[in-house]
Structure formats: C-alpha cells, structure tokens
C-alpha cells in the first residue's frame, strides 16, 4: 500500500529550491517525493512535500530545517544548523512477519554546524549534526562536493558524496537487540559505524518570471554495517522529488 505522509528532505529540497534563488527572496512550492527505503518487504513511501525557503544575510530556511549564519561571505558559508531527519520504522508497514515484531524506530530533530565554501570548480557542501531528542543519540557527517551548471532558466547541480552514521545511529535504525530477536525470530545485530557514498543531482527551470520547476535525485550505496542487518533485504537507499515553485 502507498503511504502518504508529510516529509521534509532536508538538505535535498533546499538544494533544488533554492538552486537558483537570489539572496533575500521568499520561494513558495509544493511537490511529490519518493523514498525507497532498505528495509524488508517495505514499500516505497510516497510524500507530499511542502516547499518553503529563504536565504538572508543572517539566516536561512529550507522546509523544516534552517540555519543561522556565523559566517557568510561570497565564498564560505559557517551556519549552526537544525532539521528534521525524516528517518524512521515503522513494524506495521513492513509485509515481513518478522519485521512486525520489532521496535519502531522515530524521526527525530538533528542539530550541528553547516559549512559551505565556493570556488570557482564547484563548491563543498559540509554538515554535522546530532540526535537532539534522545531517539537515536547517533552523529551524521554529510559532505559532497557539486558543481553548478546555469544555462539561462536552467540550473544543474550534479554531485558526489559520502554520509558517515556513528554506530548509534546505525543500532538504533538498523540494529537488532537481544529482546527483538527472541521476539522476532532474528539474529540480534549491533553494527558500527558506516560511510555510505552517494550521486546527487538537482535540477531547477525558472519560467514566466519567477515560477520554477525542480527535480531532485539522490542514490545511496548502502555499507556492510547496514546490509548487514537482518532488518535489511537492499543495498542502496533512493530519494526522488520534483514540484513547482515560486519566488517573491
């Protein structure tokens, strides 16, 4: 069964929404997105997604995640940064009997630093951040490096990069406790930490002034701490979402 639920993705909708937006503006959008997740007889979550983002001298706001700068120059950007990480399990939503016998495992409110810093051959995207909520009580480091391509209304913005989980974050999302796995019939599991590498691309098209459409792809190849697990039957994750924005 499709799932319809509310999402923010995080770092991937600020960079398609805000690819080619002039500093000061306000865009306004909605759109779809597509979440294939790892884990067992799970469907593919399908999502509306709000689109809201700003970018000022001081701060900055991209759906349910913002930041407030404490350097922002033409070629290095330091924020302290907070999002919502839409990471989540939910055992009913699994079609594997085993699967339904596990814990749920939340969503949760990520906070850190941010740095971006531009040159000439493309920028540097950097974030880390921690579990602030007491859910997973794991760290996630995030960085790539992309290159912006503008050609008229069209913006690129492929990319390559790598997201490191401590092995907190992978216990709690990917692990199996010894209560779990006499209830569930499964092998415990308490994995360390992983780097999961990743292709991005984000797209953007403005049209009729300030309206704009975006597209955004992300493709993660999944580590041996992760597929390891007996929670999991897949070894890449997948994020896909496009809408229509508008700029004031």
Not at 2 to 11: E, M, P, R, Y
Not at 16 to 22: I, K, N, T, V
Not at 117 to 123: I, L, Q
Not at 154 to 180: A, C, F, H, M, R
Request: charged share 20%; net charge neutral; proline share 4%.
């Amino acid at each position: 069964m499709i799932k319809f639920k509310l999402l923010t993705l995080g770092v991937l909708i600020a960079a398609a929404s805000s690819a080619a937006q002039a500093e000061g503006k306000l865009t306004l959008g909605a759109g779809v997105g597509v979440v294939e997740n790892p884990y067992k007889q799970y469907d593919a979550d399908v999502y509306p997604v709000p689109v809201i983002s700003y970018e000022g001298d001081s701060f900055w706001f991209h759906g349910l995640g913002g930041g407030y700068y404490l350097w922002n120059d033409r070629a290095d950007k330091l924020s302290i940064t907070a999002y919502w990480s839409p990471l989540y399990f939910k055992p009913k939503d699994s079609d594997n009997s085993q699967l339904r016998a596990l814990d749920r495992r939340k969503t949760t409110l990520m906070a850190g630093l941010s740095y971006v810093h531009n040159t000439p051959y493309g920028f540097l995207r950097t974030t880390l951040a921690g579990d602030t909520l007491g859910n997973s009580n794991g760290i996630v480091w995030d960085t790539a490096w992309l290159y912006r391509y503008i050609n008229g209304g069209l913006t690129l913005t492929p990319g390559i990069g790598v997201e490191w989980n401590s092995d907190n974050q992978n216990q709690y999302y990917y692990g199996v406790s010894k209560s779990e796995a006499k209830r569930s019939g499964l092998r415990s599991y308490d994995p360390d930490n992983s780097w999961n590498p990743y292709l991005e691309l984000a797209a953007n098209y403005r049209f009729a002034g300030d309206w704009s459409v975006y597209g955004i792809a992300r493709y993660t190849r999944l580590s041996g701490e992760i597929t390891d697990s007996p929670m999991v039957d897949k070894s890449w994750s997948g994020v896909l979402s496009t809408g229509i924005t508008y700029s004031f």
